[in-house]
């Protein structure tokens, strides 16, 4: 990876983590949607710290291990933003930005996963 595209990915998951932090202050007073968005702003939030861990790791096999964390917590928080949506709690719209990241976030990981674990 290059010195850029590791500036990139870092801004990109602190931008994650910031919009997910607008979403959770936005939701719903209600019980349902302030359990759920503790939960997605716990995931949510937390990719970016894996992320910064990936880089201060001491060998490849902790890189990967520290992304792979990374990966799990963006699945985690598809889980979650998928539950606001299905429970009706937000509209699908609203959410389809921050799916598509989380998306592209996860291929991005897991594409660096399997190049190391290539090498």
């Not at 359990?35 to 937390?46: A, N």
């Not at 990967?64 to 539950?83: M, P, R, S, V």
Request: with cysteine; charged share 30%; net charge positive.
């Amino acid at each position: 990876m290059s010195k850029t595209q590791e500036v990139e990915l870092r801004s990109r998951t602190k931008s994650f983590a910031l919009r997910i932090i607008r979403l959770y202050a936005a939701l719903p007073k209600s019980t349902q949607a302030q359990v759920l968005g503790r939960q997605v702003l716990c995931s949510g939030t937390s990719v970016g710290a894996h992320y910064r861990e990936a880089q201060r790791a001491k060998s490849e096999a902790d890189f990967i291990n520290k992304l792979e964390g990374a990966l799990q917590e963006l699945d985690e928080t598809c889980y979650w933003l998928e539950l606001l949506v299905e429970s009706k709690i937000v509209p699908e719209n609203k959410l389809a930005a921050l799916l598509k990241e989380a998306d592209e976030l996860i291929a991005i990981c897991v594409t660096i996963v399997n190049k190391v674990k290539k090498k």
